[in-house]
Nanobody, 124 residues
Framework: VQLQASGGGLVQAGESLTLSCAAS????????TGWFRQAPGKEREFVSA????????YYADSVKGRFTISRDSADNTVYLQMNNLKPEDTAVYYCGKPKAYGIDLTQESVYSVWGQGTQVTVSS
């Protein structure tokens, strides 16, 4: 499976962005999908994830109420709608997929495939 992340950009605080993670190749329609981010000088951290069915979604406390994850099964794409962005949301955002079901999608260690990352910069 290959992942293509897109949608990043430069916005002002309070504005919105929508990130996309398009999956292609073998097993692209399987398993869940997660978003992680990495700010300069910091470790990569969990942001949000959704199960393969889309029935369950997970969010980091720092983004709850502002970010919404969704999936379009027709084209194997997962979206991250980010509202009311803050300067502390500035980071490179990565989407990833594991190769199993029924695992903890908030843990970076379960992911085996990653997209190339897309930069989100929020100015104050």
């Amino acid at each position: 499976v290959q992942l293509q992340a897109s949608g990043g950009g430069l916005v002002q605080a309070g504005e919105s962005l929508t990130l996309s993670c398009a999956a292609s190749g073998r097993d692209s329609s399987k398993y869940g999908t997660g978003w992680f981010r990495q700010a300069p000088g910091k470790e990569r951290e969990f942001v949000s994830a959704t199960t393969w069915s889309g029935k369950n979604s997970y969010y980091a406390d720092s983004v709850k109420g502002r970010f919404t994850i969704s999936r379009d099964s027709a084209d194997n794409t997962v979206y991250l709608q980010m509202n009311n962005l803050k300067p502390e949301d500035t980071a490179v955002y990565y989407c990833g997929k594991p190769k199993a079901y029924g695992i903890d999608l908030t843990q970076e260690s379960v992911y085996s495939v990653w997209g190339q990352g897309t930069q989100v910069t929020v100015s104050s």
